[in-house]
């Protein structure tokens, strides 16, 4: 078998078992917070009467591990089960946000790789020069803010002032694309400005370094243009670490934007999480964090086959 | 211009601008006085209703675990839109009085043991089935047996016996109860088929509009009932669509507002509602509610069990700076009884506690208490500003000598964990359309919400004694005695009553205030239109 393929086996495997433990502990974390769902659902209408009829009809009054393994077993066996809160199937309900979650990262990713790569390109052609300072400045300062008062900052201006965007972002499947696109306008543009400037300073820190090399002066040397030079030479052989910080940025945007979805009222993941901890909705809170988890691991999975790709000495191990 | 006379415009029409006041800010941007006359004639003619159009409503309160359910209901989205496809038997009208809905007529036995309430004749629900008393029997049934998990449990558990009689659905209480209607518009009893027993989460209701659409926690839209009771859409519930959008977020909210993106939002921060009201297409319309913020002591746990410490805390309050401080005037003071202006038979001659430094010194001094810290705990989530309306009351407290310390507790689990449970913390209520139902809920012995420990047999016998009481004179006394005594002795301080701050569009017509609840108690779908 291909050392590739091997790696990418074992890697799987190991990811499960991670699942598996994260799973686990998101368990004991939720039992550990004080209160359960019926009594995060009651909150000051509670009586012990009506708290002891909900706990029996939402099953809270068996064990812990019992409740842990029926989630389990369901799952394994492709059965999210039903929300404790509002009884829906928590499958459908992971369905629609998920896929907006997915389509906001899409969207937002869309335009922020290429750009920041783009940007990274052209801070190394002109390093330590205007464009430079100017790329680095703007995307670090955009970094430096929280991303609510980014947000609170365009709606301020494209919404309010010059009504130009929706102030927050409803989708619904009678929408056409574009009237989507419209939509999120804001929250993708608030992401492509968060993310930005990690993607844009890694792109530019790895190709300087390559720049070192002795390769890159033959090249100079060949009389190439400067741009050529970092396209052609530095920019290949600099790919290892730039992909894997687009996959860290990536992996955010899909599961780290709740602040953003809070503000843009925008129906995600997270907020859909941030309401089941809230509530105490355990089997939601597993599924939730299970697939956030596994989001993070299949992308790292992919980050470091692309490392190895791109390595013709790992590629090709002795 | 135009913007300033349409904003001013919609100040008569809201019944906020008189037309001295129109006559003068427009003769201020210039209008000739016979024009302004006929622009002030044109608003003030209260416009006959539209039909048609799409109401948007932005509301703080939902979440993605919200059910259709009405047992389940605690948040403002699941009741602003409950109150599109589900009836109570009857509700509370603005004036105070009963109004009735899916209950046609009703009338009590003199000792207001029996009530019977008459059905609506004919009506159907929205999947077209014919309401009868069997149905409202059923809801009720579905609130109060041993397996329900209602938070209107407490409310109906009073009831007896119940039996439907034709079309005649009728209650039995335990102990007489004049105000029962009052308890029976509890925003958890909309009457569904079968009770709801089939299935709870269907949204059948003879509301005015119908579910079309729910995402929890994200929006839910409505479409006119065709056959709704009460009239055609020219007549009530003018709108095609009504849309609930879940906007937790205030700036969110604050913003959707003004960008035009909904029509109305609830609860405007009272920080922003001055500067936000100042925007020419919308206006801040505050009701007087009987919601109350409270930081509350528990009478039977030391040192609160002294009262002498509690005086001493009641009179080392200052009302009026936390009214305008935390509230921002949008509320009124507390008097440290849990009633207003805003409910029948309050009486108006109890004195005001007064804010006296001197007075708080001296019951300090009396109630000898050690000195150790007295511990007040609240979250942010206790009610909005209670972190900085604790901050203030221990600086009060600490310009009277009085050891006051705020510890501060997370949101999550704060009523599970803190209220009810620690001794001293802050809290809110959202009020109850009459004082038995106030009381009921949370000064009488046996209530699960006595979050005060109440727990006084002389004020029991007077509750129960006017609530059988049918002579109105007779009963505001003992209400009046009631009150003086809680306020003399409980638990409760009672700095502020809230207002119900909303944001309207200027596009909305006849709006009204209501003061059983915000957005003119979520029945503004079925009562504004948009020009």
Known sequence: MHPVLTLVVQRLALGILLLLAASAL???????????????ILGQAATAENLANLREEMGLDRPALTRYFEWLGG??????????????????????????????????????????????????????????????????????????????????????????????????????LLEQLHAISLPVAVLTLVVLAHMMRMTRAAILNVMQSAYIETAELKGLTTFNVIYRHAFPNAIAPIVTVVM????????????VEVVFAYPGMGQYLVDAVVKRDVPVVLTCGVIFAAVYIVLNIIADVVSILANPRLRHPK | ?????????????????????????????GVSAAMASTLFAAAARAMSPVAGGVFRMGVQGGESTNSQDPASWASDVPIAGGNCWGESLVEVAPDGSIEGFVAESWESTADAKTWRFKIRDGIEFSNGKTVTAEDALRTMERHSNEDSQSGALGIVQSIESMRVDGDVFEVTLGIGNADL?????????????????????????????????????????????????????????????????????ATARTAALQSGQVDSINRVEPKIAALLDRAPTLSVRATEGRGHYVFIAHIDTAPFDNNELRLALKYALDRQDMVDKILQGYGSV???????????????????????????????????????????????????????????????????????????EPNDGYWSEVWNVQPFCCS????????????????????????????VPEFDEMLLAARAELDEAKRKEIYSKMGRMLRDEGGLILPMFNNFVDGVSNQIQNWSADPNGPQMNWYASKKTWKA
């Not at chain 2, 309050?346 to 010194?361: C, G, M, Y």
């Open chain 2, 181 to 249: 209607p009052y308890l029976l518009t509890d925003y958890h009893l909309k009457i569904q088929p079968d009770g709801g027993f089939d299935d709870p989460t269907a949204a059948i209701g003879t509301g005015p509009y119908t579910l079309e659409t729910d995402e929890p926690g994200v929006r839910m839209t409505f479409k006119r009932n065709p056959n709704y009771w009460a009239g055609g859409q020219d007549e009530i519930a003018h709108y095609d669509e009504v849309e609930v959008i879940v906007l937790n977020d």
């Open chain 1, 248 to 259: 860290i940025n990536l992996a955010y945007l899909v599961v780290g934007v709740v602040v």
């Open chain 1, 75 to 176: 799952i394994v066996t492709g059965d999210m089960g039903n929300a404790l809160t509002n009884k829906l199937p928590i499958a459908d309900q992971i369905a629609f946000r998920m896929s907006n979650t997915l389509f906001l990262a899409f969207w937002a990713a869309l335009i922020s790789v290429p750009l920041a790569i783009l940007l990274g390109l052209i801070a190394v052609r002109y390093q330590n020069r205007w464009p430079d300072k100017l790329i680095s400045g703007v995307t670090l300062a955009s970094i430096s803010l929280p991303e609510f008062m980014i947000a609170y900052i365009l709606i301020f201006f494209f919404a309010v002032q010059l009504f130009w965007a929706p102030s927050f972002a409803s989708i619904n499947d009678g929408m056409t």
């Open chain 2, 1 to 29: 211009m135009k913007d300033q006379l349409d904003h001013y415009a919609a100040r008569v029409t809201a019944g906020k601008m008189n037309r001295r006041e129109f006559m003068g800010k427009a003769a201020a941007l």
């Open chain 1, 26 to 40: 998101i368990f004991g974390l939720t039992e550990i917070l004080p209160g359960d769902a019926a009594q995060a």
């Open chain 2, 428 to 455: 809110y209520w959202g009020g109850r359309p009459v004082q038995d139902q106030m009381y009921t809920t949370a000064y009488l012995s046996t209530a699960d919400w006595n979050d005060t420990r109440w727990k």
């Open chain 2, 334 to 408: 507390g008097n440290d009884f849990p009633i207003n202006g805003a409910y029948p038979l309050f009486d108006a001659t109890i004195p005001q506690r007064e804010h006296s430094l001197e007075k708080a010194r001296e019951h300090y001094a009396k109630s000898g208490h050690d000195g150790s810290p007295i511990i007040l705990r609240t979250a942010d989530g206790a009610f909005p500003g209670a972190v900085d309306a604790a901050a203030l009351f221990q600086q009060s407290c600490q310009a009277a000598g009085i050891p006051l310390e705020v510890r501060r």
